[in-house]
């Protein structure tokens, strides 16, 4: 490789692809939309899922149940693993639980689940607690705390007009 490679096609101003200009430019006749079809006509381009007439795979498979783009996106952790983790009179918050690669990646609330033994006295700080959870942390001693979530519409409006939000 030359040092004058580097840099070679690459320009400041360049032309644009001009067809239809002769069989010598190499881009004559059909103009690079060859022979008979759609494609050769002047305006015509297909969508991303287009499939030639056929029926795209998009509308064969066959659609089941709702997704909500817009539902908190729930991590849970069990106190089995807490148990594994932490060390007696912890504080357990988020940043210690990713620390400790308990959690990862994006998420907008934590929940602790009862799968698992805990014997060890921890203060747990996290969105939401399942009835299991919530019995073996105070069976242990420990303490639960719970951190306030992304607020609804109704509630932020409710908040702006100083009126308790209904639930």
């Known amino acids: 490789m030359n040092i004058d490679d580097v840099n070679r096609g690459i320009h400041k101003h360049k032309k644009r692809k001009r ?20 494609g050769q006509l002047a305006g015509w381009s297909a969508s991303p899922i287009f499939e030639g007439g056929a029926s795209p795979l998009i509308r064969r498979i066959p659609k089941r149940g709702f997704h909500n783009e817009f539902a908190d996106l729930v991590v849970a952790v069990n106190v089995g693993a807490l148990e594994k983790a932490f ?7 988020i940043d210690a639980l990713r620390a400790k690669n308990l959690v990862s990646g994006r998420f907008d609330q934590v929940k602790i689940l009862g799968d698992g033994k805990l014997a060890k006295k921890l203060k747990i700080s996290a969105h939401r607690f399942s009835a299991a959870a919530l019995e073996k942390i105070q069976q242990a001693g420990g303490e639960a705390v719970v ?14 007009n100083n009126q308790p939000a209904e639930s």
């Open 87 to 93: 060390s007696a009179g912890d504080d357990v918050t």
């Open 19 to 38: 067809v239809g200009r002769g069989p010598g430019s190499g881009h004559g006749k059909t103009s690079g939309r060859g022979h008979k079809g759609q």
């Open 147 to 160: 951190l306030p979530g992304k607020q609804t519409p109704a509630q932020r409006t409710a908040k702006k």
